[in-house]
């Protein structure tokens, strides 16, 4: 079991503001999961990786893949009181779910 | 109601490294809150800031003002399976909570 998190790099996010874009992101499509598969994600040690992508429509075309997929999925939209323009797409989190089901939808992606 | 972590600025973790485990944190934290708390922080968008600390024990003294406080915490140590020594603590979510509680135990770090 394992979650993916794909943030932008292409919208200069300092280093705090994308861990707590990823943090939403995490949570949120946790909370979108099974309890079995929460549970099983959990007891195994939370797997969570971190990858990149460089445009809001790459995490939309992801997100679309994992609703096809069945895959819990969660994209994130900050409220741009901070760095950011109000309603910027920031992040989205894949899973928890099987890794081979993860991969199918964030396969080629690079790590952050 | 808002949700902090600080994670350690002296370990050199990489940006998805980092984000990572906040994102650990956050989840972990979260998890001991009480519902009601959980519904409204979620409720009210999930308020998160990534604070910085530079040492292990900065962040075990954190811990234990937040549990004096009777603020839910959570001490994250990375499993060593890249970047870092495993066992190494890298992170420490504080609530959610109500903001002055949360202030009270993390109100003099600096912004990561």
Redesign the interface.
């Known amino acids: 079991m394992k979650q993916v998190?794909v943030?932008r790099a292409d919208i200069g996010m300092?280093?705090?503001?994308?861990?707590?874009q990823?943090?939403?992101a995490?949570?949120q499509a946790?909370e979108e999961a099974a309890p079995p598969d929460q549970r099983e994600w959990k007891g195994g040690?939370?797997k969570?990786?971190?990858?990149?992508a460089n445009s809001e429509s790459d995490l939309f075309e992801l997100a679309d893949t994992a609703r096809v997929e069945g895959v819990p999925n969660a994209i994130i939209r900050d409220?741009g009181h901070t760095q950011l323009e109000p309603g910027t797409v920031t992040a989205l989190a894949v899973g928890p779910a099987p890794e081979d089901a993860v991969d199918t939808v964030t396969g080629d992606l690079q790590?952050?």
Do not use: D, N
């Open positions: 998190i943030a300092g280093e705090g503001k994308l861990a707590a990823v943090a939403h995490s949570l946790y040690g939370q969570k990786v971190v990858l990149q409220a790590l952050y």
